[in-house]
């Protein structure tokens, strides 16, 4: 266990929590429509060939090459931006009023035409396609980040986060929704058992692990069978974002959280030194990097030991 750590097992529901959860909707990374309620706030982060790319609220987007401090660049939007990724040589931004972004250099950005005024949430790239999900039940996709095709979610409940693993892409969404698919193409449902909004998921250590609202904490060993439950870090609060690297899960959170575990079962706070929202975080070039509201970045070597740029 790190220094200040401490362990969570599942804990019992506080209802006090949820109007709280509610509240933070707008807040959370992953969340996206709103403003944090910051003057400004990340969203999203990611590493590509440039450096780490960085979005938020009213189309801010920063960069920071060569693991140094974060730069802002013109993403020529106002749009609140959610969600980034990088893959097969670029990098891939999305956001509010289906707002994608697209940058081979992380400097000259290109907003493409996209088939939906929604927000857009998460995007994620496998098997040479982009996959991005987003309000109403909106998945596109794309083989080249330019042309978008809808796929039929069979819901019209936002979803908020996408991954792949083992052969199956899960989206997770409002009200507890999961749909998983084979093949990017049929979406079909499953029990999550949880009603509270899942904001993103990842796959790591043979498992699937999502989480969300009230400090919700979903977790497979398949994306068709879920366990669920909500973790007291904050007073429940809302869990934003999560990676998996160096054989561990770090997920952050409302009011800095951040906890790490190995497979979404014991979960270990660590002092994350800032109180502020982090709603995005990522691993590359030997360090998490945690990003969120008044544009904090927190970075680690370890998902232990962090500092506040």
């Known amino acids: 266990m790190g220094r200040g750590s401490r362990r969570f097992g599942a804990r019992a529901f506080v209802p006090a929590a ?3 959860a509610m509240a933070a909707l707008a ?26 790319v960085a979005v938020g609220t009213r189309g801010i987007l920063s960069v920071a090459a060569n693991g140094g401090k974060f730069d802002r660049v013109d993403s020529g939007v106002r749009a609140t931006l959610n969600g980034v990724t990088f893959a097969d040589g670029r990098y891939v931004v999305v956001g509010d009023s289906g707002t994608v972004l697209t940058s081979t250099d992380a400097f000259a950005w290109t907003t493409e ?18 996959i991005a999900v987003g309000y109403a039940g909106t998945i596109l996709a794309s083989t080249d980040a330019r ?22 892409f899960v989206v997770v969404g409002d009200s507890g929704l999961i749909l998983t698919s084979t093949d990017g193409e049929a979406w079909s449902p499953v029990a999550s058992n949880t009603g509270n909004a899942l904001a993103r998921v990842r796959y790591g250590a043979g498992r699937f692990v999502a989480v969300g609202f009230v400090g919700t904490v979903a977790v497979s060993d398949d994306g068709l069978a879920w366990s669920a439950r909500r973790e007291n ?77």
């Open 18 to 20: 949820l109007g709280l």
């Open 27 to 52: 807040a959370c990374g992953g969340g996206g429509g709103d403003d944090d309620g910051n003057q400004d706030g990340y969203r999203g982060v990611a590493l590509g060939s440039a450096g780490y």
């Open 113 to 130: 035409a996209v088939p939906t005024p929604v927000s857009l949430q998460d995007v994620t790239f496998v098997d040479g396609r982009y």
């Open 147 to 168: 042309l978008w095709t809808p796929k039929d979610s069979g819901t019209t409940t936002a979803l908020r986060g996408i991954t792949v693993g083992e052969g199956r």
């Open 233 to 309: 870090f904050q007073n429940f609060a809302t869990l934003s974002d999560l990676v998996f690297a160096r054989e561990q899960f770090v997920i952050v959170g409302l009011a800095g959280t951040i906890v790490t575990t190995p497979n979404g079962d014991v979960l270990t706070q660590q002092i994350s030194r800032t109180s502020r929202q982090l709603s995005g975080v990522t691993f590359g070039a030997d360090e998490y990097v945690a990003v969120g509201g008044d544009l904090i970045v927190d970075r680690s070597p370890n998902g232990v030991d962090w500092e506040v740029d």
